[in-house]
T-cell receptor, first 114, second 114 residues
Framework: EADIYQTPRYLVIGTGKKITLECSQT?????MYWYQQDPGMELHLIHY???????EKGDLSSESTVSRIRTEHFPLTLESARPSHTSQYLC?????????????FGPGTRLTVL | DAKTTQPTSMDCAEGRAANLPCNHS???????VYWYRQIHSQGPQYIIH???NNETNEMASLIITEDRKSSTLILPHATLRDTAVYYC???????????????FGKGTRLSVIA
């Protein structure tokens, strides 16, 4: 069982609101990731980090931003939510220096913007 | 990273072995084959990975052909709880920090039928 947590699990919010999706892991992993997945569709990488103060954009362009101030915490922020941001957001982590680099995923946050 | 080709969907009778194929004809010598699965929009779950040799763990077996251009994930006794989307991913794995995150394709939707 992976020790990676996401809050909230479900969020319904109005257009224009600022939101932060939380992700934390207790495994001491240096690498963390955010994926976005629409219902029935593929997962797309939107952000990743290889350590504190390190963030990179993923394959899919996203209006969200991330920060990595602490190893265990990798929050994702939307400054002004829009209906097009409605999706599921999945956080993952993996261990630096591990040859296999297995990624462990959280349960996800399902976001609905009205 | 090399691309993979998987069937869109498969059915399997409960209690039977589920054999999920994956083609990766352009795989490089230093690329591993990973399998993950995603049950009904939960976070993806790691199943197994391998480089050249066949691998087995408590969840599944992975059979990789001698030329490494294809592989098969085997669930020996499929249950209804194994109904999920199964992703076959190939990627370079090394101790260096430059490992790229996992890139998920469309996967195979496995339906286990009672």
């Amino acid at each position: 069982e992976a020790d990676i947590y996401q809050t909230p699990r479900y969020l319904v919010i109005g257009t224009g609101k600022k939101i932060t999706l939380e992700c934390s892991q207790t495994m001491g992993h240096d690498k963390m990731y955010w994926y976005q997945q629409d219902p029935g569709m593929e997962l797309h990488l939107i952000h990743y980090s290889y350590g504190v103060n390190s963030t990179e954009k993923g394959d899919l362009s996203s209006e969200s931003t991330v920060s990595r101030i602490r190893t265990e915490h990798f929050p994702l922020t939307l400054e002004s939510a829009r209906p097009s941001h409605t999706s599921q957001y999945l956080c993952a982590s993996s261990e630096m220096g591990s040859r296999e680099d297995t990624q462990y995923f959280g349960p996800g946050t399902r976001l609905t913007v009205l | 990273d090399a691309k993979t080709t998987q069937p869109t969907s498969m059915d399997c009778a409960e209690g039977r072995a589920a054999n999920l194929p994956c083609n990766h004809s352009t795989i490089s010598g230093n690329e591993y084959v990973y399998w993950y699965r995603q049950i009904h929009s939960q976070g993806p779950q790691y199943i197994i990975h391998g480089l050249k040799n066949n691998e087995t763990n408590e969840m599944a077996s992975l059979i990789i052909t001698e030329d490494r251009k294809s592989s098969t994930l085997i669930l020996p006794h499929a249950t209804l709880r194994d109904t999920a989307v199964y992703y076959c991913i190939v990627r370079v794995a090394s101790h260096r920090s430059g490992n790229t995150p996992l890139v998920f394709g469309k996967g195979t939707r496995l339906s286990v039928i009672a």
